[in-house]
């Protein structure tokens, strides 16, 4: 009796330890399983958050420098207009942002000194045209009688001062705009017209009908718009990456859409806020671009053929990055992904693998990602 309780013991307990590690591994397996992520919509809800999927795209992409700017243009192409001689505004219907021609009128100014520079004009023209002949009577006097040779000496150089006067007022009334060759004394004018001497807008203006003017003082601002750059401004630890010619992508502030473009002229300077001035032109030239927009670009340093998804598939949660696959018919899942490059609205995926070339959700993965997203 002894005997057989002895085994039984002994027994007893070995079934009772296993039993209550069965009962332990039992209890413990569902805290060691990881949770589902999988998502499953109906096509209802995939319609109400306007879910979209793409593959993986293949991009030329690389490491790129981005930085801020605005749009200028090159000081030839920006012209300020001027009244050398002064004067009194008596017409002008130019407002800044005024689209005009070449030839076009923008200004008409008068003042008394525009008919004496006229009157002196036709005056030197005049005494010219009898030194001139002058100096030819002269010219023949001087072949038969030496004594006359001293009076042609006077009539050359009277004929030569006359020259020079008249070609000083020509130049002169040529600053304001009259033609001196077609000057007569009938069509004198105390009044001269300032035109527009290419196409292009005006941005400032800085008089109006009545203004006095003073020599030389500024009457408005014209822009040619076709010859607008990029100015950039790149800190001095990227300047020296960037070279004339690397391709960049330009964002206009108002714009979705990035523009090409490229490197023209890397400065040398470095500014007291240390970074350098670079300058950048788009290789579609727009004339309805402004001066003075602010843009964002990005200098691509080095480019090669990289995996990517738009960036808005991109999410971060639980302190990391993930995508949305799409598994099975309506059945999404997360997987959590290392991202490299953003450019241009797309993002590198270095470990897409992982993805196994799964379709991405590009649009609507936040949505995906609250609680309010679905109704799993």
């Known amino acids: 009796m002894i005997m057989n309780t002895l085994h039984f013991r002994p027994l007893a307990a070995l079934m009772l330890v296993l039993g209550a590690a069965a009962c332990t591994s039992s209890n413990d397996q569902p805290a060691t399983e990881p949770p589902s992520t999988a998502i499953t919509l109906t096509a209802d809800q995939e319609t109400a958050i306007d879910l ?31 009244a050398p001689f002064g ?3 008596v017409k002008t219907t130019i407002l800044p942002g005024t689209q005009v021609r ?9 003042d008394a000194e525009f008919i004496t520079m006229q009157q002196e004009y036709l005056t030197v023209s005049a005494e010219l ?11 023949d006097l001087a072949t038969d009688n030496v004594n006359a ?8 150089s009277d004929a030569r001062v006359m020259r020079v006067r008249k070609r000083a007022l020509a130049e002169q009334l ?11 004394a009938e069509n004198l004018s105390r009044r001269i017209t300032l035109t527009a001497p290419f196409n292009g807008y005006v941005t400032q203006v800085y008089v109006n009908t009545g203004s006095a003017v003073e020599p030389n003082g500024k009457l408005l601002e014209l822009v040619d718009p076709t010859h607008l750059h990029v100015e950039l401004a790149v800190f001095e630890s990227d300047a020296a990456r960037v070279r004339e010619g690397q391709s960049m992508s330009v964002r206009i502030s108002g714009e979705n859409q990035p523009r090409d473009g490229h490197v023209h002229l890397v400065g040398t300077k470095i500014k007291s806020d240390r970074t350098v001035d670079v300058h950048g032109h788009l290789d579609v030239a727009d004339p309805t671009l402004r001066p003075g927009t602010t843009v964002t670009a ?3 340093i080095e480019d090669s053929v990289r995996t990517a998804v738009a960036s808005e598939a991109i999410v971060t949660a639980d302190g990391a990055t993930w995508v949305y696959v799409k598994t099975a018919p309506h059945t999404y899942e997360r997987r959590r992904v290392t991202t490299g490059v953003e450019e ?6 270095l470990n897409h693998a992982d993805l196994q070339e799964l379709p991405v959700v590009s649009k609507g993965a936040h949505r995906l990602s609250t609680p309010s997203g679905s109704d799993h």
């Open 129 to 139: 045209t009898y030194a001139e002949q002058e100096l030819a009577r002269q010219q």
């Open 52 to 82: 979209r999927v793409r593959p993986t795209t293949q991009l030329m992409m690389g490491a790129s420098i981005r930085v801020n700017g605005i749009l200028e243009v090159p000081p030839q192409y920006l012209m300020s207009i001027t």
């Open 298 to 300: 990005s200098i691509h």
């Open 344 to 349: 241009d609205g797309y993002t590198e995926i």
């Open 149 to 156: 040779r001293r009076h042609l000496e006077k009539a050359e």
């Open 102 to 110: 070449q030839g076009a009128t923008l200004i008409v100014l008068e």
């Open 174 to 184: 040529a600053m304001i705009g009259i033609d001196a060759a077609k000057l007569t």
């Open 87 to 89: 004067g009194r505004v």
